[in-house]
């Protein structure tokens, strides 16, 4: 009975999930007039939205190595990658979070631990965050170092420095003193610097080949000229896009978060209307291949 509940409420936030994917679609309004070859861009659109469903299973392939080790034991792609693709449209929910707690709803059908699903969780979005901060510095750090030192901080450097160790200090305390650090004593491992190298492989998979389709949007939609240092710019420019919009609440899919930032960054190097347009255009074949990659899922494994 338990089960067959978690089913049907799995079931009932898919559904209300596929409503808001085409609310927002609907209310897109694409600037045509930028659009230099419409049957070149809509070739375009399809060929990201289908690479966009390979890396919804490439990310359900860092979620499992994660799960492998909190749980130390194997697990089934046929059991991880449904869940993974079904909760992935629940962040196109209002409150953006839905994509979180569907997992752990999901994954309680097939036994999973709530903190196990919650801690492979925390584990992900710490680890896209280093990625995005790791490919940025690589790629476009003077860049973003100028664009930052724009940007008043009304907080001395000196004082969020020590306010974030403080808090870091705070949060080790009480997970040392709880009854958790006994039963994760494996993350104080060699085998946990491991998984942190290879999601950090498969992030930067994720996140890099995206920043590339927004080059193409933007060079081959709209015949932007473009320089070899504004491309790393651009790939730089999504990740970061694309990361704060997955971890901040209240964005359902990141909607307004990654196209707001696209156009802080891009902006002094197109116009706010390409940038705009190219994000839209991007924002389509992301969701296009959400979607393909639920479809795929259920088809495949029938579940």
Same mark, same amino acid.
């Given at each position: 009975m338990k089960n067959k509940l978690f089913k049907y409420i799995g079931y009932l936030i898919t559904l209300i999930a596929f409503i808001f994917i085409g609310k927002s679609i609907m209310s897109v309004n694409l600037q045509i007039k930028y659009i230099k070859s419409? =049957?070149?861009?809509?070739?375009?659109? =399809? $060929?990201? &939205?289908?690479?966009?469903s390979l890396i919804v299973f490439v990310s359900s392939c860092a979620w499992k190595i994660t799960l492998e080790f909190i749980k130390s034991g194997k697990l &089934?792609?046929? #059991?991880?990658?449904? =869940?993974y693709a079904k909760s992935n449209i629940g962040k196109y929910l209002p409150g953006n979070v839905m994509q979180f707690?569907?997992?752990?709803i999901?994954?309680?059908k097939l036994g999973f631990k709530q903190? #196990?699903?919650t801690f492979c969780s925390l584990i992900e979005i710490l680890m896209l965050l280093i990625t995005d901060c790791i490919l940025s510095f690589i790629f476009a750090m003077k860049t973003f170092r100028n664009?930052?030192?724009d940007i008043p901080l009304k907080i001395p450097p000196v004082i969020f420095i020590l306010i974030c160790l403080l808090?870091?200090?705070?949060?080790? $305390? $009480?997970?040392?003193? &709880?009854?958790? =650090?006994k039963q994760y004593r494996h993350f104080f491992s060699v085998n946990f610097i491991k998984l942190l190298l290879k999601l950090f492989v498969v992030y930067s998979f994720t996140l890099i080949i995206p920043g590339i389709f927004l080059f193409l949007l933007l060079k081959i939609s709209l015949y932007c000229k473009i320089s070899l240092s504004l491309f790393f710019v651009i790939i730089s420019s999504y990740t970061i896009s694309w990361v704060l919009g997955y971890i901040v609440p209240g964005a359902p899919g990141g909607i307004g978060i990654r196209e707001s930032i696209l156009i802080l960054i891009l902006g002094p190097f197109f116009s706010n209307n390409i940038v705009l347009l190219a994000a839209l255009l991007l924002r389509i074949s992301s969701t296009a291949g959400d979607l393909l990659a639920f479809l795929a899922a259920y088809f495949i494994f029938k579940t």
């Open positions: 419409p =049957i070149s861009t809509a070739l375009l659109v =399809i $060929f990201i &939205s289908l690479c966009y &089934s792609y046929k #059991d991880i990658i449904p =869940i707690a569907g997992r752990n999901l994954a309680s903190l #196990d699903v664009i930052l030192s808090s870091l200090a705070i949060v080790i $305390f $009480f997970i040392l003193k &709880s009854k958790i =650090i």
